[in-house]
Nanobody
Framework: QVQLVESGGGLVQAGGSLRLSCAASVRTFSSYSLGWFRQAPGTEREFAEFVAAIILNGETTSYSDSVKGRFTISRDKEKNTVYLQMNSLKVEDTAVYYC??????????????????WGQGTRVTVSS
């Protein structure tokens, strides 16, 4: 079973930056993609919004329009860790951020149901 542990969340002012980390078990890197999703306050995780993903074979990245140009997903193979660098944060970025693994090759990386292993989430709060 894939294990994913997020960290790095916290409280930050609008315009600030945070870097989230997702430490994964070795098996995780046999997944097709690792993605970040976020669950806004008052919503269910099943409706979490796609944020970014990285395809592990080739490192192609994908971003939602709402974060493109502000967030960067990357990975460190040696540390089995995926990062989400978040810059120019906005109040509307406030959410619980989840890291998830998608085992389905050549699947749509932004499609939540493709992800079958999830971390516990890390909370990001952006104040105005």
């Amino acid at each position: 079973q894939v294990q994913l542990v997020e960290s790095g969340g916290g409280l930050v002012q609008a315009g600030g930056s945070l870097r989230l980390s997702c430490a994964a078990s070795v098996r995780t890197f046999s997944s097709y993609s690792l993605g970040w999703f976020r669950q806004a306050p008052g919503t269910e995780r099943e409706f979490a919004e796609f944020v970014a993903a990285i395809i592990l074979n080739g490192e192609t990245t994908s971003y939602s329009d709402s974060v493109k140009g502000r967030f960067t997903i990357s990975r460190d193979k040696e540390k089995n860790t995926v990062y989400l660098q978040m810059n120019s944060l906005k109040v509307e970025d406030t959410a619980v951020y989840y890291c998830a693994a998608n085992p389905i090759r050549y699947s749509t990386v932004s499609y939540l149901p493709n992800y079958n292993d999830w971390g516990q989430g890390t909370r990001v709060t952006v104040s105005s």
